[in-house]
């Protein structure tokens, strides 16, 4: 069992930054994937990015690439997501998550086993 708490989330206006955190507690952290995932109201569950274990691979959704960072601290056990040059299509509840999949799902929700809260990126116009 794993626990994970986003947070970070707010209200921001078009073009601003915002950084997400997501603490993770009940295993080594370094030994977990990490995934991010958002969704909007009626709309399903969105892939974000993903990190490796160590830090040194990532990718992200095409809707992204190129504003939004994926990191993580695992002294910390804490996982980021950089958020820049923000959008409305942006604002949506932000979901961390450990991955529980082999070979290339990640991007994939149902590929990850534990999930935090949520924290919640309204972006406004």
């Known amino acids: 069992q794993v626990q994970l708490v986003e947070s970070g989330g707010g209200l921001v206006q078009a073009g601003g930054s915002l950084r997400l955190s997501c603490a993770a507690s009940?295993?080594?952290?370094?030994?977990?994937?990490m995934g991010w995932f958002r969704q909007a109201p009626g709309k399903e569950r969105e892939f974000v990015a993903v990190?490796?274990?160590?830090?040194?691979?990532?990718y992200y959704s095409d809707s992204v690439k190129g504003r939004f960072t994926i990191s993580r601290d695992n002294a910390k056990n804490t996982v980021y997501l950089q958020m820049n040059s923000l959008k409305p299509e942006d604002t949506a509840v932000y979901y961390c998550?450990?991955?529980?999949?082999?070979?290339?799902?990640?991007?994939?929700?149902?590929?990850?086993?534990?999930w935090g809260q949520g924290t919640q990126v309204t972006v406004s116009s």
């Open positions: 009940g295993r080594t952290f370094s030994s977990y994937v």
């Open positions: 990190i490796s274990t160590s830090g040194d691979t990532t």
């Open positions: 998550a450990t991955y529980y999949g082999y070979g290339s799902s990640w991007f994939r929700a149902d590929t990850y086993n534990y």
